[in-house]
């Protein structure tokens, strides 16, 4: 069975005591149980939000990580730090790091395999620009952004989440149709049948890219979505609660 998971990435927003009542809101729902629920707050929120989670079964996520264990990286945070609060899951990869801080495949493979040696879950990110799809790369750019993947263990790759985000589709309000969502996802989960077999029937592929409760139900019917990774829509209790309850 592939786990389904709806992630909220709260990104550079909320002050302190705004994602405490955000968490709190979010405690006080009730969130359908078969879902792994996750709030991925900025690192100065983690230890508060986690406080207020609580045996709620709302998970902790980070949105970021450094790939060594100590050392002189003034403002970075180890998967250790993350590990001492509790948290579950680590995105790695996602478009606004590659983009505006120039992450390669190199260090994000050296990221992925620090978590794992953690025992932190990475949601590891791919996705194609506006420029890629209307050239019809799209499928090549997933597929390179993939390789560093396939170099893992079987036993580690099994640990990731894989989170498919369309650069066009983040912010925007332009959303990718269910159907093009659903073909990526089935090209991805084929890429995996290829280098690890029966590890595609259970690796959760989640989408994100403005996904909102509008259009959360179409998206999660796919038969290869197995969730969400949620930007904005998270910011707002009864819209991100409304997402994990689409299924």
């Known amino acids: 069975m592939r786990k389904k998971i709806v992630a909220g990435n709260w990104k550079m927003n909320l002050s302190v005591p705004e994602g405490e009542l955000l968490a709190e809101e979010l405690t006080k729902i009730e969130l359908d149980k078969t879902v792994s629920t996750v709030l991925i707050p900025p690192f100065t929120h983690l230890d508060r939000v986690g406080k207020k989670l609580e045996d709620s079964g709302i998970l902790l996520g980070a949105q970021n990580s450094h790939q060594e264990p100590k050392g002189a990286f003034t403002g970075e945070v180890s998967v250790a730090m993350l590990k001492s609060l509790c948290v579950s899951f680590t995105l790695v990869g996602?478009?606004?790091?590659?983009?505006?801080?120039?992450?390669?495949?190199?260090?994000?493979?050296?990221?992925?395999?620090?978590?794992?040696?953690?025992?932190?879950?990475?949601?590891?990110?791919?996705?194609?620009?506006?420029?890629?799809?209307?050239?019809g790369n799209?499928?090549?750019?997933?597929?390179?952004?993939?390789?560093?993947?396939?170099?893992?263990?079987?036993?580690?790759?099994?640990?990731?989440?894989?989170?498919?985000?369309?650069?066009?589709?983040i912010g925007t309000g332009e959303t990718a149709t269910a159907e093009q969502a659903q073909e990526m996802h089935a090209f991805i989960r084929a890429q995996i049948q290829k280098h690890f077999g029966k590890a595609s029937d259970t690796t959760s592929i989640i989408y994100g890219g403005s996904c909102k409760p509008s259009n959360a139900k179409e998206l999660f019917a796919q038969p290869d979505v197995d969730g969400g990774l949620i930007g904005g829509a998270s910011l707002q209790a009864d819209d991100f609660a409304a997402i994990t309850n689409s299924f």
């Open 94 to 135: 996602h478009s606004e790091r590659r983009t505006y801080f120039k992450e390669d495949n190199e260090l994000l493979k050296a990221k992925t395999e620090a978590l794992l040696s953690e025992g932190i879950t990475p949601i590891f990110c791919c996705g194609e620009s506006l420029e890629e799809r209307k050239s």
């Open 138 to 169: 799209h499928f090549e750019t997933v597929n390179q952004q993939l390789q560093l993947l396939w170099d893992l263990a079987a036993e580690d790759f099994e640990k990731v989440i894989l989170a498919y985000e369309p650069v066009w589709a």
